[in-house]
C-alpha cells in the first residue's frame, strides 16, 4: 500500500523566491495543525501581524511581521532601508512591537537573526538563547528572546 501511496505523487524542485502564494499555502498547512494541537483554543491564539513605517509622503521605509503564539510574540522578519538605519527607527519600531506584545497579554518576545543584527537586539534588551556557527558560511545564527515585564 505504502508503495502505491508514493507512485501517486511528485517531487519537484524549483529555483528562486518561492512567491507569497506558495508560503501562504505552507502556512495554511502548519496554522491548521497548530490549530489541531491546541483543540478548543481559536485563532485569538495564533495571530500574524504586520508593522509598516512610512514616512509622512507615504514612502515605506521599512516594518516588521510577527506572530503571536499562545504568550510569545515572535519576530518574524524586522527591516529598515539603509537610509534610516542610525536614527533609533529600529529601536522605535521594535518598542512598538513589544508594546504590541503586551497589549496582546504576550510575556515573552523571540527573535531570530544573524550576527550583525544582534548587538541592536541585545541593547534593546533581548538576551542570547542559541547560536548556530557558521550559518550561513562565514557569519554566525542567533536566537535571542525578551522577558516582557
Known sequence: MEKEVFESIHLSWQKGDPGNSFQRRLQKIINKYLHQAQEEKTDQNLRKLTLHLEDDT???????????????????????????????????????????????????????????????????GYKMMGKLDDYPPGLNYFWLHKDLK
Open 58 to 124: 507615504g514612502a515605506f521605509l521599512g516594518g516588521a511581521v510577527v506572530m503571536m503564539h499562545q504568550d510569545w510574540l515572535e519576530i518574524l522578519l524586522l527591516a529598515l532601508v539603509k537610509s534610516r538605519r542610525g536614527y533609533g527607527f529600529g529601536r522605535h519600531m521594535l518598542q512598538a512591537i513589544e508594546d504590541k506584545a503586551r497589549e496582546l497579554d504576550c510575556k515573552r518576545i523571540r527573535t531570530e537573526t544573524c550576527e550583525v543584527n544582534v548587538g541592536f537586539y541585545q541593547r534593546c
